[in-house]
């Protein structure tokens, strides 16, 4: 079974549960499963047309989708050293991955 749930409110009949994070739960063991790798998506329809996405430096003539934050855009253009060029300090916040996902996809 798959829910949303905080970490703290476990019933006390869980055996096992899987978390996304960096893995501080005091009271709780942890093991990482894998590591996460940042990797920018978008539509098809945005690898051409008037603006087309080809290299990094394009997204900054693109709405950029967030995951509940902006932190992952923020630290992948950190590891490129483009924060003078692309703001990451706008577009719509979504809760759940797979809804940025689903924007991406439908080119919003």
């Known amino acids: 079974q798959a829910i949303d749930r905080e970490e703290d409110k476990l019933a006390d009949d869980v ?3 899987i978390f996304y994070g960096r893995g501080n739960w005091p009271g709780l ?3 990482r499963l894998y590591p996460e ?12 047309g ?7 430096a394009d997204l900054a003539k693109h709405t950029l989708l967030h995951d509940s934050s902006r932190r992952d855009w923020q630290a ?3 590891q490129l050293d483009m924060q003078q060029h692309i703001s990451v300090q706008q577009g719509p916040i979504f809760s759940h991955s797979s809804m940025v996902i689903q924007a991406a996809v439908h080119g919003q």
């Open 15 to 17: 055996d096992v549960a």
């Open 50 to 56: 008037d603006r087309p996405l080809k290299t990094p």
């Open 76 to 78: 992948y253009i950190r």
């Open 37 to 48: 790798y940042l990797l920018p998506v978008c539509s098809p329809s945005l690898m051409m």
């Open 29 to 31: 063991r942890t093991d």
